[in-house]
């Protein structure tokens, strides 16, 4: 093979991940499988998620004897874009390994984008900062041709990084790569490249069904000021809808999934396009039911009704809190009031919801607090996820609490949920919140669904509230000593451009 493409999200390496077993193939290595192909490179895939180790990473470059080597991050994940140490440690050990048998090392994704120095002193030989694809292609081809680690032409490619010592942090930095508007450009994921049954067998037996991930955007337009996007900053690029269901058909065809998740950061942006989505799934008979990510606001009627013709069945919205005051803060741009509307109307639609919560945020209180857990008991969604504010590079949220930062800048799996700034709270309590919140809402749409069965769980409800009662008791205990002082101290945010670019 020319090129040997790789990641380093091993699954057995964060334990939160193993209990929920859901993988999820690396989509964004996938993606740039095919764009090399495209290029006419042979290309091959260490795909690190259920494999045993690095070891077997070791095993495969040695039976290949691959001189370049490029460890693409899915950078549609939401765990790359966490930057957990786990995964960092990993590659750098692929690529010292990869290094010291004589390969051309190249690495990208969030964590290289916001700290390509920690790769570049671990045997990468460059680093690609943002959208990859471009500019990978643009490096191969300069080193096919000159075959040379060092020419002037690299200083030409955008979003290209290297090690240099006169330069900041030791890096010198090319001009950024302005990310592709048009997606459609890229050829879909080489998914041929993908050993699907190990993927399968561990969905059937941990859930009794199939899912894989799909994307038909890159980017969010939106302002969240927690929310880091070291890949596509503010842009926000759309497939078309023919290009999505055609790749909804392929599937179909061929590794035959039972379920998909569309990893966009937003799906559907514009009702328009779910719409005509929706048309070009039926006319292809590509249906496959899927979940996707959204927000309150963009769930329009005529949205979530065709949202659940296209054959949606589950939308997670980030509802982060049920305290207005913290949604302005976070520069969030919903009101409380619209998640129960919502929650409703795409019950009413035969669609399940997720809530995304977050904890944390500095200036929250325990009536904050206590005002999420009501609006989760009140609505009752299928699902949640729980996190705490988790200061990312780039974001302005970190810009206001990165003098609070101390020497844990990373969080060392998706299950950590450390404070990385002095909040409200230490770190021990947001643990426990997460434990309670989650045990009340499993409780309560256990008795939803079984009003008949009731005795054991409202046995279970009464030690819920049990617990509640003490938390209120002993959450001053837990108060942190110096909270974070947060001031507003940067521009208001402007609305975003919903025009997007698929046509």
Known sequence: MDVLLAHSFFLKNDAKQVEKMRPYPPLGTLYAASYLRSLGYTVGLFDALLSDGVHEFEALLRASDCRMVVLFEDEFHFLNKMCLNHSRQAAQAMASFAAGRGATVIACGSDVTDHPEAYLLHGVHYAILGEAEHSLGELLGTLRSTGSLCNAKLDEIPGLARADSSQPRGVRRNEARIPERHPDVFPMPAWDLLEAEPYRAAWMQAHGFFSVNMVSTRG??????????????????????????????????????????????IF?????????????????DASIPFMIQSRVDLMTPDAVEALAHAGCREVWIGAESGSQKILDAMDKGICVEQIPVVRQRLKDAGIATGFFLQFGYPGETFEDILATAEMVRTTLPESIGISVSN???????????????????????SDDLAMMFQGSYRTEFYRRLYKVVHRELDVRLKLQSAPKNTTEALAELDSVNAEWKEIQKVEANYQAEHPTSVHKHYLPVLPPNLSGSWN
């Not at 009702?271 to 039926?282: D, G, T």
């Open 220 to 265: 969010c337009p939106f302002h969240c000021n927690w929310c880091a996007k070291p890949i596509w900053g503010q842009r926000y690029a759309m497939r078309s809808p023919a290009n999505v269901a055609e790749e909804m058909a392929l599937l179909k065809q061929t590794i035959r999934p039972d379920h998909i998740w569309f990893v966009d950061d």
């Open 391 to 413: 200061p990312l590079p780039g974001t302005r949220f970190y810009d206001m609490v990165k003098n609070e930062l101390g020497t844990k800048d990373h969080w060392d799996n």
């Open 268 to 284: 559907g942006l514009q009702p328009k396009w779910s719409v005509q989505f929706a048309e070009e799934v039926r006319a292809r």
